[in-house]
C-alpha cells in the first residue's frame, strides 16, 4: 500500500482549533488533491495542485486551506472557519493532472469533539 | 458546472448473477469516465476508464459503454463474486480543462449475496 500515505487515520478536532492533515507521496507526481466523503454525497474536490508552489481552490474550498512547498507533500489545514469538518478526507495524486488515473491514499477521519 | 448522478444508490445481487449501475452527466464537453471501486474501509481504486472517443471498453468481467447523445454511461459487471461487494463511484471530467477536475457520482454500494 506504498506510494501515497496519509496521516494521521483518526483525528479530532476541538472547537475553534485548526488542524493539519498531512499528504505524501513517493510517485513522483505532479498533481495532488484533496476531496472530502460524506456518506450519500459522493467524493467533492476541496484543493488541487498541478505543481509546486502552486494550487487551485475546487468546490468546496471555504474553511480549507493547503500548501505546496515540496513536490511531494500536500497537506491540508482545516480552519476554524469549517463548521462541519466532520468527514472522511481523501488525498490523491496523478501523473500529470489530465484525465488519468488518480492514485489515493487510505484517508483520515476527522470528528469533532 | 458538471452533474453527475448515480443509480441505483443500492444493488442487491446473488453470486453469479449479473450488475448493471447507471450514470448521467451534464456537460456534452466531458470527455473522460473512470470508474472507482472503494471496498469498506479502504481507498477507492480505479477499475475501469473509458474515452468520449469509444463506444465500449471492456476487461475480464468488467465493461463500461457510454452513450454520448444521451449522456449516459455504465458500469457492467458480469457472473459476480462476493468480492465485488463494494462502493461503486462513477466520475466525468471535463475538456481541455488544464486539469484533471473529476466529478463524482453519489456512489453505489453493491452487495454479492454467496
Known amino acids: 500500500d506504498g506510494g501515497i500515505t496519509q496521516s494521521p487515520k483518526y483525528l479530532f478536532r476541538k472547537e475553534g482549533q485548526n488542524v493539519t492533515l498531512s499528504c505524501e507521496q513517493n510517485l513522483n507526481h505532479d498533481a495532488m488533491y484533496w476531496y472530502r466523503q460524506d456518506p450519500g454525497q459522493g467524493l467533492r474536490l476541496i484543493y488541487y495542485s498541478q505543481i509546486v508552489n502552486d494550487f487551485q481552490k475546487g468546490d468546496i474550498a471555504e474553511g480549507y486551506s493547503v500548501s505546496r512547498e515540496k513536490k511531494e507533500s500536500f497537506p491540508l489545514t482545516v480552519t476554524s472557519a469549517q463548521k462541519n469538518p466532520t468527514a472522511f478526507y481523501l488525498c490523491?495524486?496523478?501523473?500529470?493532472?489530465?484525465?488519468?488515473?488518480?492514485?489515493f491514499g487510505s484517508g483520515t477521519q476527522l470528528s469533532v469533539l | 458546472g458538471e452533474n453527475v448522478e448515480q443509480h441505483p444508490s443500492t444493488l442487491s445481487v446473488q453470486e453469479g448473477d449479473s450488475a448493471v449501475i447507471k450514470c448521467t452527466y451534464s456537460?456534452?464537453?466531458?470527455?473522460?469516465f473512470p470508474w472507482y471501486k472503494q471496498e469498506l474501509g479502504k481507498r477507492p481504486q480505479l477499475i475501469i476508464d473509458?474515452?468520449?472517443?469509444?463506444g465500449e471498453k471492456k476487461d475480464q468481467r468488467i465493461a463500461v459503454t457510454l452513450n454520448k447523445t444521451a449522456k449516459h454511461f455504465s458500469l457492467h459487471i458480469t457472473e459476480t463474486q462476493p468480492e465485488d461487494s463494494a462502493v461503486y463511484f462513477c466520475a466525468a471530467s471535463g475538456r481541455n480543462t488544464g486539469f484533471q477536475k473529476l466529478v463524482f457520482g453519489t456512489g453505489t454500494r453493491l452487495l454479492v449475496s454467496p
Open positions: 473509458i474515452r468520449s472517443n469509444v
Open positions: 456537460d456534452s464537453a466531458s470527455n473522460y
Open positions: 490523491a495524486s496523478s501523473i500529470r493532472g489530465r484525465d488519468e488515473k488518480l492514485f
